[in-house]
């Protein structure tokens, strides 16, 4: 069994294909969905894929940090009444991305900083989103560590030492595509990270494993990442795919 921790599959990208690719993944036995948030605007298209697949898709509810624009309170104050009125597993995805637009800096801070304490509130794990940004992120995360902060760093393309630091915040590292690109790096440090430390994830339609990398990614491709990460250890997959279920069951306590 494998778990997906961070896809999108409410995308339009799936808009015509979205039962077929549901069932590419079933078949590969994958069966657990955590899916992130973008902004409001994406609201309706999460509930609805749960409402279709109850016993598979987990939600979570945030404000990406490329949706913190001038009406950040508004989006922020949406996220919020969503949580009086029912569950999630995750405050995500939320953090700072700094590729797209430098100039809104100060305020993804602070809307990253009060998603933190809000998921802190309901006692829940934070997925983050860091975009040539490590510095920044760690720098709020200094702020409000303590034994209430955990979650996942998702997407982790950063240096072994920004490894060990997202651990030392009570951090899973998000591991998917990448691990399989020629470029990406993390393949030559992961061995020196136990698996106790990572989770599978797609970020589905992005960032697509090799060799379909460019194209548009699906959950059912997190089988080339444990497969890669099989190679790395030099363990089974089904023991890739048991470890990482089971952090990934720690983090969002299902």
């Given at each position: 069994?494998?778990?997906?921790?961070?896809?999108?599959?409410?995308?339009?990208?799936?808009?015509?294909?979205?039962?077929?690719?549901?069932?590419?993944?079933?078949?590969?036995?994958?069966?657990?969905?955590?899916?992130?948030?973008?902004?409001?605007?994406?609201?309706?298209?999460?509930?609805?894929?749960?409402?279709?697949?109850?016993?598979?898709?987990?939600?979570?509810?945030?404000?990406?940090?490329?949706?913190?624009?001038?009406?950040?309170?508004?989006?922020?104050?949406?996220?919020?009444?969503?949580?009086?009125?029912?569950?999630?597993?995750?405050?995500?995805?939320?953090?700072?991305?700094?590729?797209?637009?430098?100039?809104?800096?100060?305020?993804?801070?602070?809307?990253?900083?009060?998603?933190?304490?809000?998921?802190?509130?309901?006692?829940?794990?934070?997925?983050?989103?860091?975009?040539?940004?490590?510095?920044?992120?760690?720098?709020?995360?200094?702020?409000?560590?303590?034994?209430?902060?955990?979650?996942?760093?998702?997407?982790?393309?950063?240096?072994?030492?920004?490894?060990?630091?997202?651990?030392?915040?009570?951090?899973?590292?998000?591991?998917?595509?990448?691990?399989?690109?020629?470029?990406?790096?993390?393949?030559?440090?992961?061995?020196?990270?136990?698996?106790?430390?990572?989770?599978?994830?797609?970020?589905?339609?992005?960032?697509?494993?090799?060799?379909?990398?460019?194209?548009?990614?699906?959950?059912?491709?997190?089988?080339?990442?444990?497969?890669?990460?099989?190679?790395?250890?030099?363990?089974?997959?089904?023991?890739?795919?048991?470890?990482?279920?089971e952090n990934s069951k720690i983090?969002?306590?299902?």
């Amino acid at each position: 069994m494998l778990t997906d921790t961070h896809t999108h599959l409410y995308s339009d990208a799936f808009a015509e294909d979205r039962p077929q690719i549901m069932q590419r993944a079933f078949d590969l036995g994958i069966t657990r969905f955590f899916i992130p948030a973008i902004d409001s605007g994406y609201t309706e298209a999460m509930y609805a894929l749960e409402k279709e697949y109850p016993q598979n898709v987990f939600l979570m509810m945030g404000l990406h940090p490329t949706s913190v624009k001038e009406n950040f309170e508004e989006e922020l104050a949406h996220v919020e009444d969503q949580f009086i009125k029912r569950n999630f597993y995750a405050v995500g995805e939320i953090g700072i991305d700094l590729y797209w637009d430098k100039s809104t800096l100060e305020i993804q801070k602070i809307a990253f900083k009060r998603q933190i304490q809000l998921a802190k509130k309901y006692k829940l794990p934070i997925v983050i989103h860091c975009r040539n940004a490590f510095d920044e992120i760690f720098e709020v995360l200094e702020t409000e560590k303590n034994d209430d902060l955990f979650g996942i760093f998702h997407c982790f393309t950063g240096t072994f030492e920004q490894a060990e630091r997202a651990i030392s915040y009570n951090m899973k590292l998000g591991i998917g595509g990448v691990v399989t690109f020629k470029n990406g790096k993390i393949d030559t440090f992961l061995t020196e990270i136990p698996l106790k430390h990572i989770v599978l994830e797609t970020d589905s339609p992005y960032l697509a494993p090799a060799p379909f990398r460019g194209k548009r990614n699906e959950s059912s491709y997190l089988a080339l990442v444990c497969k890669k990460l099989s190679e790395i250890y030099n363990i089974s997959e089904e023991e890739i795919g048991r470890i990482t279920t089971e952090n990934s069951k720690i983090v969002f306590g299902i």
